[in-house]
């Protein structure tokens, strides 16, 4: 349990550090990435080409809202230089958005898992067989071993 307290412990830190950006990167990043789905499916490109016509859209759209965000920033504010700096962090804070995002999924599944296999679950007793034969497995494959015969049953 003690490893795992100092991972929980560091992860929400990070976590919670992130947060207030990851929150401006949402607000500031939310329109770009809806966009190019949209224009993708109102299209009507074929399956196999939504992923590349999405990328066009995004080199075009996400610097375009930006510069959008900016101007707005810029003008609606006392402070002109504030336009500069929403063009600066919205690239970043959307960087940081995703990072947030994928750390969170990380903790989460992490989370899951430790108490999955410490609740003593019969998922955990499975686990545990199967990482036993694993190992007896990778023993098998050590130099000077027999080997089992090709096309025989590995498990």
């Not at 207030?20 to 809806?34: D, H, I, Q």
């Not at 066009?56 to 809202?65: N, R």
């Not at 958005?97 to 750390?103: E, N, P, T």
Request: cysteine-free.
């Amino acid at each position: 349990v003690g490893p795992f307290a100092g991972f929980v412990a560091r992860q929400s830190a990070l976590l919670l550090l992130q947060l207030p950006p990851a929150l401006v990167g949402l607000v500031l990043n939310w329109l770009p990435y809806k966009i190019p789905g949209w224009v993708t499916r109102w299209s009507g490109q074929p399956r196999n080409q939504v992923a590349t016509y999405k990328v066009i859209v995004s080199l075009v759209v996400f610097p375009l809202v930006w510069a959008v965000e900016a101007w707005f920033v810029g003008r609606s504010t006392d402070f002109p230089w504030a336009g500069l700096g929403t063009l600066l962090i919205a690239p970043l804070t959307g960087w940081i958005h995703l990072k947030f995002f994928a750390r969170l999924e990380h903790f989460v599944s992490e989370v899951r898992a430790f108490l999955l296999v410490r609740s003593g679950s019969a998922v955990a007793a499975e686990l545990a067989t199967r990482r036993s034969r694993i190992l007896e497995r990778l023993i098998a494959l050590e130099p000077g071993r027999d080997r089992p015969a090709s096309g025989s049953d590995p498990r």
